[in-house]
């Protein structure tokens, strides 16, 4: 059984930081690639970062460009999301997905083969 579990959400004041992590389990995950995305009350859930499982470069959302950061360790089969310089607008519940394929990892899509329950991230102003 697939599971996605994130973790590390919670209140924190404008400028401040976070670092959401996604513990995967279940199968091997040598070929997808995992993202974080987010999704605020009464909008539509949207991508923010995605790396492939095997590595390489990240590419991330233009509104957080430069204050976020996606990063994964492969012996602990957990992804992370370091969040810094946070906002008020970054407030939404955070969802960890896993993709099989390079096209999850264009950001173009917001889907994934397997999701994560979700963090709650509140930042106050």
């Known amino acids: 059984q697939v599971q996605l579990v994130e973790s590390g959400g919670g209140l924190v004041q404008a400028g401040g930081s976070l670092r959401l992590s996604c513990a995967a389990s279940?199968?091997?995950?040598?070929?997808?690639?995992m993202g974080w995305f987010r999704q605020a009350p009464g909008k539509e859930r949207e991508f923010v970062a995605a790396i492939m499982w095997s590595g390489g470069s990240a590419i991330y959302a233009d509104s957080v460009k430069g204050r976020f950061a996606i990063s994964r360790d492969v012996a602990k089969n957990t992804v992370y999301l370091q969040m810094n310089r946070l906002k008020p607008e970054d407030s939404a519940v955070y969802y960890c997905?896993?993709?099989?394929?390079?096209?999850?990892?264009?950001?173009?899509?917001?889907?994934?083969?397997?999701w994560g329950q979700g963090t709650q991230v509140t930042v106050s102003s």
């Open positions: 997905g896993a993709g099989r394929g390079s096209q999850y990892y264009t950001g173009r899509v917001v889907a994934a083969d397997y």
């Open positions: 279940g199968r091997s995950f040598s070929g997808y690639a």
